[in-house]
């Protein structure tokens, strides 16, 4: 029986003096919410042999999500899911992504499954990427046969200013396949052994490709990661909508196509607002209007003639009033019933009505 063992580095090291380029900051910085909900989508794709055998398949989804941490708030975020398998030569292998990608295209959380299945050995790789406080953790486990090697890497956030994942990686792809054209752009990312590294993005340009029976323009981008250790290249070209046509890595045997025509995703064009022009409200040629107006109006009248014959005092005040006012005839009418009216108020001492034509009123101007 084979012996077990398991090998446990810890590193934390400052990484090389690498940096992201100033034009991969403005792009990250240009996107907005709406161009990112563009991405969201699913899509297969079919791995084949030089020779068209079909090996494996691909498939991506990314949804709406939110990353919950302790102690805080929940994150809206996108979930990215990538899983890809295939057999070469009847050797299993495959991989599997499932990452938490915020709204800014920063990777919160990263897990990545690789394996490969020979007989009698087999190799199985988990790689942990996530973000605590100000730092970045990144945890491996490789099992090789019975042997378990253990590793974990960490980075200060500070300098992984324009980092991105595998998972994020995925987003850039489709945004850069929506806008086409893009500038030469330089990312910082994790090369297969944990440590960082440029990775660029060029233009390929337009070429045809054969979807189905239909010949499609596809628009393609070579994405390179500039490792110290084994430099990969990757060749994808995608349609208008950032579906992916085909993803090769260069030198690999197996090419990843897809086999029909998506629905593609666009912009929904929102319908206009209606407008209602204000029309002027001309209630007496309204026949519901002017019924309601003259029920309204008999209410009214009746209710008033209702309240005077309940107190006739009212109509022998207002007598009084008209005949005091035709009287004296006054200059300032309105200070002229202030002053008649006043002694009845019940917040006023009361005193005689009108004792003297030469005492000072409040309700008159002092220098008259």
């Not at 850069?176 to 590294?197: G, I, K, Q, S, V």
């Amino acid at each position: 029986m084979a012996s077990s063992g398991v090998t446990k580095v810890e590193i934390t090291e400052p990484p090389r003096q690498l940096s992201a380029s100033s034009e991969a900051l403005e792009f990250i910085s240009s996107v907005g919410l709406e161009e990112l909900r563009l991405c969201l989508f699913s899509e297969s794709l079919q791995s084949v042999s030089e020779s068209g055998a079909e090996l494996g398949s691909f498939t991506v989804n990314v949804q709406s999500a939110y990353y919950a941490q302790d102690g805080l708030e929940d994150e809206k975020c996108f979930l990215v899911h990538i899983s890809s398998s295939s057999s070469v030569d009847d050797v299993p292998c495959g991989s599997s992504i499932t990452a938490y990608i915020s709204l800014q295209l920063e990777t919160l959380d990263q897990h990545h499954h690789e394996f490969v299945k020979l007989k009698g050995h087999s190799l199985d790789k988990k790689t942990h990427m996530r973000r605590r406080d100000d730092q970045m953790v990144i945890s491996r486990v490789t099992t090789e046969g019975q042997q378990v090697h253990q590793e974990s890497k960490s980075y200060n956030s500070s300098l992984l200013t324009g980092f991105i994942s595998e998972a994020s990686n995925l987003l850039i792809m489709r945004l850069l396949a929506r806008r086409r054209n893009p500038p030469n752009l330089d990312f910082l990312t994790l090369d297969a052994e944990m440590n960082l590294c440029v990775s660029s993005y060029r233009e390929l340009g337009l070429r045809p490709q054969l979807i189905g029976k239909d010949s499609v323009e596809v628009y393609g981008i070579e994405r390179a990661t500039h490792s110290e250790d084994v430099p990969v290249t990757w060749q994808c070209y995608f349609l208008s909508d950032g579906h992916l046509a085909s993803r090769v890595q260069v030198g690999s045997l197996l090419t990843m196509r897809i086999t029909q025509m998506p629905i593609l995703s666009e912009p929904e064009d929102e319908d206009p607002k209606p407008e209602f022009a204000k029309k002027p409200l001309n209630w007496e040629e309204d026949a519901q209007l002017y019924s309601q107006f003259l029920d309204r109006k008999e209410e009214l009248l009746s209710d008033h003639e209702t309240y005077l014959r309940r107190h006739p005092e009212v109509k022998a005040l207002l007598a009084d009033f008209m005949q005091f006012l035709l009287l004296r005839k006054p200059e300032d009418v309105v200070a002229f019933a202030a002053e008649f009216f006043g002694p009845f108020s019940s917040t006023q001492e009361r005193s005689e009505t009108f004792r003297s034509s030469v005492i000072s009123s409040p309700f008159r101007d002092g220098s008259k």
